[in-house]
């Protein structure tokens, strides 16, 4: 069972779609042993009867399982790739079996800070370090015990295309696509800092207490750090193009901001900010962040080529022209080394930056239509 949130929600309160796995102990890349572990995860169609039609979707940083659908009871928000998972759209659940778990280290209902230890108080400071992989080898074990031992495809883009690319160096007999989205081989230092920036404002605020406010129901969290640490992030999400042509230098409303007033992007990164508290647990946002931080596919694995050269499957790779935190020559690198494609990764053309691949939904389906297309062909 979670512990209560500090954003005023938990799913315990209203499951909505969810299901909840029950994994056992699971093993950490870094060392120990994470026991009862616990995945909360929504799927969507019909699983057919040779267990073949499965797709894996897997969410970015602050997403959860609940990719499809509208908001409502146990939903705060619509699913995040509604636009493209669903009856005759380019996940189309007429035809596959989408599984979308919420990652492990989350507080979307799977294990993390906020869910509670053996003991029966809340992790907390207490929760282990989590890699990228450690969050793959717990959805391998949510795969088995769904006795899906094949995916069509694996998709995801930011984090979730981090976990992609693990999922075909760590377990490549077990899918025959891949589309890494937004993302590169390793996480880098430009990336690196400006992540640990964010871990830092939510470390700093005095109400973090090293992360033993989750064990003070009373307590109110480090809201302050978190609304600064995701203005930071939504600024990198975004790009200076469409920022420059939504904002400029305006006002918000009627303030001055010669007077104390508040210019519209600031306004706009504040609400950000405000919207994410209400939903998302500050100790998860640290794991999470920190797991991207993690991220290297190359490591103790030969380097990043030898790594990406065990991948079997049909992968394609996709960046964005205007994404200023996985900049696309990144993915065109990944492309490169993967050898596919001619060596190019494929363009979402968009203003929007890095969330284009939640945004951009008709090039973003018709990429991954393409690839669902040839890997049904095959079937």
Same mark, same amino acid.
């Given at each position: &069972?979670?512990?209560?949130?500090?954003?005023?929600?938990?799913?315990?309160?209203?499951?909505?779609?969810? *299901?909840?796995?029950?994994?056992?102990?699971?093993?950490?890349?870094?060392?120990?042993?994470?026991?009862?572990?616990?995945?909360?995860?929504? @799927?969507?169609? /019909?699983?057919?009867?040779?267990?073949?039609?499965?797709?894996? #979707?897997?969410?970015?940083? /602050?997403?959860? %399982?609940?990719?499809?659908?509208? +908001?409502?009871?146990?939903?705060?928000?619509?699913?995040?790739?509604? *636009?493209?998972?669903?009856?005759?759209? +380019?996940?189309?659940?007429?035809?596959?079996?989408?599984?979308?778990?919420?990652?492990?280290?989350?507080?979307?209902?799977?294990?993390?800070?906020?869910?509670?230890?053996?003991?029966?108080?809340?992790?907390?400071?207490?929760?282990?370090?989590?890699?990228?992989?450690?969050?793959?080898?717990?959805?391998?074990?949510?795969?088995? *015990?769904?006795?899906?031992?094949?995916?069509?495809?694996?998709?995801?883009? !930011?984090?979730?295309?981090?976990? #992609?690319?693990?999922?075909?160096?760590?377990?490549?007999?077990? &899918?025959?696509?891949?589309?890494?989205?937004?993302?590169?081989? @390793?996480? @880098?230092?430009?990336?690196?800092?400006?992540?640990?920036?964010?871990?830092?404002?939510?470390?700093?605020?005095?109400?973090?207490?090293?992360?033993? =406010?989750?064990?003070?129901?009373?307590?109110?969290?480090?809201?302050?750090?978190?609304?600064?640490?995701?203005?930071?992030?939504?600024? %990198?999400?975004? !790009?200076?193009?469409?920022? !420059?042509?939504?904002?400029?230098?305006?006002?918000?409303?009627?303030?001055?901001?010669?007077?104390?007033?508040?210019?519209?992007? %600031?306004? =706009?990164?504040? =609400?950000?900010?405000?919207?994410?508290?209400?939903?998302?647990?500050?100790? !998860? =946002?640290?794991?999470? @962040?920190?797991?991207?931080?993690?991220?290297? #596919?190359?490591?103790?694995?030969?380097? #990043?080529?030898?790594?990406?050269?065990?991948?079997?499957?049909?992968?394609?790779?996709?960046?964005?022209? %205007?994404?200023?935190?996985?900049?696309?020559?990144? *993915?065109?690198?990944?492309?490169?080394?993967?050898?596919?494609?001619?060596?190019?990764?494929?363009?979402?053309?968009?203003?929007?930056?890095?969330?284009?691949?939640?945004?951009?939904?008709?090039?973003?389906?018709?990429?991954?239509?393409?690839?669902?297309?040839?890997?049904?062909?095959?079937?």
């Amino acid at each position: &069972m979670a512990a209560r949130q500090h954003g005023g929600w938990h799913p315990g309160d209203h499951p909505g779609r969810r *299901q909840f796995a029950t994994l056992g102990a699971l093993p950490l890349e870094l060392g120990g042993v994470l026991p009862a572990v616990t995945l909360a995860y929504e @799927t969507f169609g /019909t699983l057919n009867r040779e267990h073949n039609n499965a797709v894996l #979707v897997l969410h970015a940083l /602050t997403g959860d %399982s609940h990719v499809s659908g509208v +908001a409502g009871e146990g939903h705060v928000s619509p699913g995040w790739w509604d *636009q493209l998972v669903g009856p005759g759209k +380019a996940i189309d659940t007429d035809r596959w079996f989408v599984l979308c778990p919420n990652v492990l280290g989350g507080c979307q209902g799977s294990t993390g800070p906020s869910s509670r230890h053996p003991d029966g108080e809340p992790w907390g400071a207490r929760f282990p370090i989590i890699t990228i992989r450690d969050q793959v080898a717990a959805e391998i074990l949510l795969a088995d *015990q769904l006795s899906i031992h094949q995916f069509a495809a694996v998709l995801g883009g !930011s984090m979730g295309g981090m976990r #992609v690319l693990e999922w075909g160096i760590m377990a490549p007999e077990r &899918m025959r696509g891949l589309a890494p989205i937004a993302v590169s081989a @390793t996480a @880098t230092s430009d990336q690196i800092g400006l992540q640990t920036m964010q871990i830092n404002m939510i470390r700093s605020d005095p109400a973090w207490q090293g992360g033993a =406010y989750l064990c003070n129901p009373d307590a109110p969290g480090p809201t302050a750090g978190l609304m600064l640490a995701r203005q930071l992030a939504h600024w %990198s999400y975004r !790009s200076r193009e469409e920022f !420059s042509l939504r904002f400029a230098r305006r006002a918000q409303g009627d303030e001055d901001p010669l007077r104390d007033g508040r210019f519209a992007v %600031s306004s =706009y990164l504040e =609400y950000h900010g405000e919207k994410l508290v209400r939903r998302f647990d500050a100790a !998860s =946002y640290v794991t999470l @962040t920190h797991a991207m931080n993690t991220h290297d #596919v190359g490591r103790d694995r030969g380097g #990043v080529s030898q790594a990406l050269a065990t991948i079997r499957a049909d992968v394609v790779v996709a960046g964005i022209d %205007s994404d200023r935190l996985y900049p696309l020559e990144e *993915q065109h690198a990944l492309a490169h080394q993967l050898h596919i494609h001619g060596d190019r990764a494929t363009v979402i053309r968009s203003p929007y930056g890095h969330d284009g691949f939640l945004i951009e939904a008709p090039q973003v389906g018709r990429i991954i239509g393409a690839l669902l297309t040839r890997i049904h062909n095959n079937l």
